[in-house]
């Protein structure tokens, strides 16, 4: 059973940076998908970024509204992904899961994902 472990989120001020890691363990991950996905209070939650491999051929893609802020990335050794965050704005406050499937497509809708992280908080003051 593919486990997914977060870390790395906090406080910071608009304008700074967080980088979140999602570290998988329990699968194979030859073709995979993982991504980050996000939950603001009251809303619903909503893709952020993904990463889809088959092999060492990946492909990264984001949502509209973190594109040119954030940075996914993969270390395929440690089975882990990165989500860098930078201008960073108050709306970007909410929690930040991780998200795995077994397959080598965009990861992007929110029901898709077979294997879900406990969530990390990500807060942006003003």
């Known amino acids: 059973q593919v486990q997914l472990v977060e870390s790395g989120g906090g406080l910071v001020q608009a304008g700074g940076s967080l980088r979140l890691s999602c570290a998988a363990s329990?699968?194979?991950?030859?073709?995979?998908?993982m991504g980050w996905f996000r939950q603001a209070p009251g809303k619903e939650r909503e893709f952020v970024a993904g990463?889809?491999?088959?092999?060492?051929?990946?492909?990264?893609y984001y949502g509209d509204s973190v594109k040119g802020r954030f940075a996914i990335s993969r270390d395929s050794a440690k089975i882990t992904v990165y989500l860098q965050m930078n201008s960073l704005k108050p709306e970007d406050t909410a929690i930040y899961y991780c998200?795995?499937?077994?397959?080598?497509?965009?990861?992007?809708?929110?029901?898709?994902?077979?294997?879900w992280g406990q969530g990390t908080q990500v807060t942006v003051s003003s």
């Open positions: 998200a795995g499937d077994d397959t080598a497509q965009r990861l992007t809708d929110v029901t898709a994902p077979s294997s």
């Open positions: 329990g699968g194979t991950f030859r073709t995979y998908a």
């Open positions: 990463v889809s491999w088959t092999w060492n051929v990946e492909r990264t």
